[in-house]
């Protein structure tokens, strides 16, 4: 019995798309502040709040971040931060 094999390719989140390399992406001071009171579990709201800044600011902050992620959602953003030794939760 013949088994064919297929190459598996392993995606770290962005670092690795197949075999092109990419560099780790940055996050400015205030996209990693704004994700670590998500990881705390604070609301954009909160998050303005306590940064004295405006809601609309914070979710851009935490969308762009996301971006530049590879993330789909504020959740996903913060687990990837999280792997990746961004933020602490």
Not at 26 to 42: M, N
Not at 53 to 63: S, Y
Request: proline letters at 4%; aromatic letters at 4%.
């Amino acid at each position: 019995m013949t088994v064919a094999l297929r190459p598996v390719v392993k995606l770290d989140h962005g670092f690795k798309t197949g075999m092109v390399e990419r560099e780790p992406p940055v996050l400015s001071a205030r996209q990693v502040e704004c994700l670590s009171w998500a990881a705390r579990g604070k609301t954009r709201f909160e998050t303005a709040t306590i940064l004295g800044i405006g809601n609309a600011t914070v979710k851009e902050h935490i969308k762009e971040a996301a971006r530049k992620l590879d993330a789909s959602n504020t959740t996903q953003a913060v687990a990837i931060a999280c792997m990746r030794g961004l933020i602490q939760p």
